[in-house]
């Protein structure tokens, strides 16, 4: 029964980060009051490690273990180096927001390094129910991430709406699996695309069954029309745990949802033809409901979240062409994640430093900042125009990639709608440029009294220089993404 | 005689109940029972099609069962902390009502 | 005999599912899961898999219930025995009822159901423990993980410190 070919080893990156979990678990009862930063400084020192670990142990490796349930190759090293740096990035504009605003700080930072592991298992998974698995241990931690600043009700709304849609969505994704089931006898992605392409009449149980796996991730997604959730859980959420699902858990989503398209649904050419249709309307919904309300939000995390569910519908239409020119489309959107990653960051952990003390919420508080705090402002104002797609920076080079490739595909009009969609973005990203840069300062909200510390400058100049150098000079990271793209190309 | 899909349709009755109550009620704890009943759902489901399937294909070793157990835990997990934070949000607003939290609904 | 009990089991199923569902009473609500999770327990014994009907009475019927109820007295107030419904629940009737019917049709169209054997194979406890610690060891260490961060998770939300000890 215990399968010949299971290469243990490989899993070596997932044993070090859970026994890294439970050590920062530990360390927190030892690390006295008023000291928890170092629980996160040591969580980081182990994450810097773990990329080490990560790199020696499984780059470049191409092999299934345990029973073909997980496949170690170089699309889920990339995504896993992505997401250990996303971990580092969140840690350090972590440190003063959970110092000052949250109680129980030391689990916080054992929380968000479980929430990497279920990242890692999820997109390496090549079965339906280890990547549920994963995707709940992912969920478990946002959950509570979400709710963690436990005496603002707002946040404790967020976790509670959170945790019923996920559960919801989670009912819906395992009902889809057990009609598969039915049909297939086995949940792992190659049997069940195997039955699918073999199957000359699709039967209807399996139809139905793929329309609910696909429905449940979708809620998870947050793509339009399962959406709902989005704003109000980015808006109660703690400022860094906002940046964690809109960069991390967004990441990692669209990661699954790429693996599960091209493992169970390219193979069967009829199925996915169809779903093609779906997902592109489905696609252009996303984008023009997510920036067309984010322009008339007045409070920038809700800005923000409308704008991020935009930019799923981008990453949507990408999947939307995946099939006959699949190397190409997995390179661009690889290359779209981070540099959304890059961009993202640059906003939230500026937002993050000008709320973790004062609270502000609405755009217009951020009047004066430029004067005030001139280097959150930057980093603000770059981000957003990256966000939007300004040339100079990595914004641009990525949505270039990005809808040329869906226009190669095949999809014109979804590229057409989705330059459309970034025109849009550019006017609500303006609004709040303006505020930043134009408007008079009011009298009661005053930015002078925020010390910028060096985890969060570190993240801040980081990701600023990101931005820029890869918008100017990408082909470092094209050259690596591409090896990704050449597994997939026939 | 029983078959496969006697079980089956009783598994969809089950998911549309639970699938009505989620969508109906107002109150988190409701909504949380009505998501129990739509889980019962899909474990019947699997149990129904590993048992009547066994040795048919690729159904071998009892799959099904196998997620089941699965999903009874993430379940009661789940409900652990979704009550957790029940309590949570039933002391910070100092109140009786559990609804006046309205969980926004389709 | 087999169909008399299932019928009969199911029944009561369906009929206190729809008691979760629509009484106005929260916790005649939370009792009528509660004999629901019980005949769903009843309905594995028609599946002959004894195991899983002790797990879903220990687990569901046991702890889920209990949790349900504990948190319903914590938080008891007098608005309980009359809960309002979601103003949209016309629609939420229609659309359950719409995926009632799809789902019905698609499993009575599907040819690879209807032409299962008719036999049950009973599940062993041996046959179940062997399969769940080798075959899906992985997902299974990944399980105990995801309760860690469901125990840490609620002793962090419920507790009741103001000032972070």
């Known amino acids: 029964m215990i399968p010949e070919s299971s290469n243990l080893l490989l899993l070596m990156p997932e044993f070090v980060l859970a026994g890294l979990a439970l050590v920062v678990f530990a360390s927190d009862l030892i690390i006295p009051e008023g000291k928890k930063e170092w629980v996160g400084r040591l969580a980081v020192m182990g994450l810097i490690g773990l990329l080490c670990v990560t790199i020696f142990s499984v780059m470049g490796v191409n092999e299934y273990v345990y029973n073909d349930f997980l496949l170690v190759d170089h699309y889920s090293f990339v995504f896993k180096i992505i997401f250990i740096t996303v971990g580092i990035l969140t840690i350090l504009i972590s440190e003063e927001f959970v110092k000052e605003n949250l109680t129980s700080q030391g689990e916080y930072y054992g929380l968000l390094l479980l929430a990497i592991l279920g990242m890692n298992m999820l997109i390496q998974s090549q079965e339906f129910l280890t990547a549920y698995i994963s995707l709940e241990l992912l969920s478990f931690c946002l959950y509570v991430l979400v709710g963690y600043s436990k005496f603002n009700p707002k946040s404790n709304e967020a976790a509670i709406k959170y945790i019923i849609f996920g559960t919801f969505s989670s009912a819906i994704f395992l009902y889809g699996l057990s009609m598969v089931y039915s049909i297939v006898g086995s949940t792992q992605y190659s049997d069940i695309s195997g039955t699918l392409a073999a199957s000359n009449a699709m039967d209807p149980v399996a139809i139905l069954g793929i329309a609910l796996i696909m429905i449940g991730i979708g809620f998870k997604i947050g793509i339009v029309p399962f959406h709902a959730w989005i704003p109000d859980v980015y808006e109660g959420a703690p400022t860094p745990v906002t940046a964690y699902l809109a960069i991390g858990a967004k990441i990692a989503a669209f990661a699954f949802l790429a693996r599960v398209v091209i493992g169970v649904m390219l193979p069967a050419e009829e199925l996915w033809e169809n779903w093609q249709m779906i997902l592109a309307i489905s696609a252009v919904a996303t984008m023009l409901v997510g920036n067309g309300i984010a322009i008339v939000q007045t409070k920038v995390k809700r800005m923000l979240a409308y704008s991020s569910i935009g930019h799923s519908g981008v990453l949507l239409s990408a999947v939307v062409v995946m099939g006959s020119t699949n190397g190409i489309v997995i390179e661009s959107l690889g290359y779209y994640l981070i540099g959304y990653a890059v961009t993202s960051f640059a906003v939230f952990s500026a937002i993050t430093a000008v709320t973790y003390r004062n609270g502000v919420e609405l755009i217009k508080d951020f009047a004066g900042l430029s004067d005030q705090k001139p280097l959150l402002a930057a980093s603000i104002a770059i981000g957003l125009f990256s966000l939007a797609g300004l040339p100079l920076f990595v914004g641009f080079t990525i949505k270039f990639y990005l809808f040329s490739s869906i226009a190669i595909g095949g999809y014109l009009w979804l590229a057409g709608i989705a330059v459309f969609a970034s025109l849009i973005s550019l006017y609500y990203y303006l609004i709040m440029i303006k505020s930043m840069y134009v408007d008079t300062a009011s009298s009661e909200v005053i930015h002078n009294n925020i010390i910028v510390k060096w985890p969060m400058k570190t993240v801040i100049l980081v990701s600023i220089i990101a931005t820029i150098v890869l918008g100017i000079y990408p082909e470092p990271l094209v050259n690596q993404i591409n090896e990704i793209s050449n597994l997939f190309t026939p | 005689m029983l078959e496969l899909i006697h079980f089956n349709i009783l598994s969809v009755l089950l998911f549309s109940v639970g699938l009505y109550g989620v969508l109906a009620r107002k109150s988190a704890i409701l909504i949380i029972m009505a998501i129990e009943l739509m889980l019962n759902a899909v474990n019947i489901n699997f149990i129904a099609a590993a048992a009547f399937n066994h040795g048919n294909g690729l159904f071998t070793n009892f799959d099904g069962h196998i997620l089941t157990i699965f999903i009874i835990t993430i379940a009661a997990a789940e409900v652990g902390l979704a009550l957790a934070l029940i309590l949570r949000i039933f002391r910070n607003k100092a109140t009786v009502n559990v609804d006046s939290f309205d969980i926004m609904k389709l | ?165």
């Not at chain 3, 080798?134 to 299974?140: N, S």
Request: with cysteine; proline share 3%.
């Open chain 3, 1 to 165: 005999m087999h169909l008399i009990l299932f019928s009969i089991i199911s029944t009561v199923l369906l009929v206190c599912a729809v008691g979760v569902v629509i009484s106005r009473n929260i916790v005649h609500s939370a009792l009528f899961l509660l004999f629901a999770l019980i005949s769903v327990a009843g309905i594995y014994l028609v599946l002959l898999t004894e195991f899983l009907a002790i797990v879903q009475l220990l687990i569901y019927g046991g702890a889920i219930v209990i949790v349900i109820l504990f948190a319903l007295m914590l938080t008891r107030n007098e608005e309980y025995p009359r809960i309002q419904n979601n103003k949209l629940w016309p629609i939420a009737g229609v659309l359950a009822v719409l995926v009632c019917i799809t789902m019905s049709v698609s499993y009575f169209q599907s040819g690879a159901i209807q032409n299962v054997p008719n036999t049950i194979a009973p599940a062993g406890v041996k046959s179940l423990g062997s399969s769940l610690f080798t075959t899906w060891a992985i997902p299974f260490e990944l399980a105990s993980l995801v309760l860690l961060v469901a125990l840490i998770g609620a002793i962090v939300i419920a507790r009741s410190d103001k000032d972070g000890n």
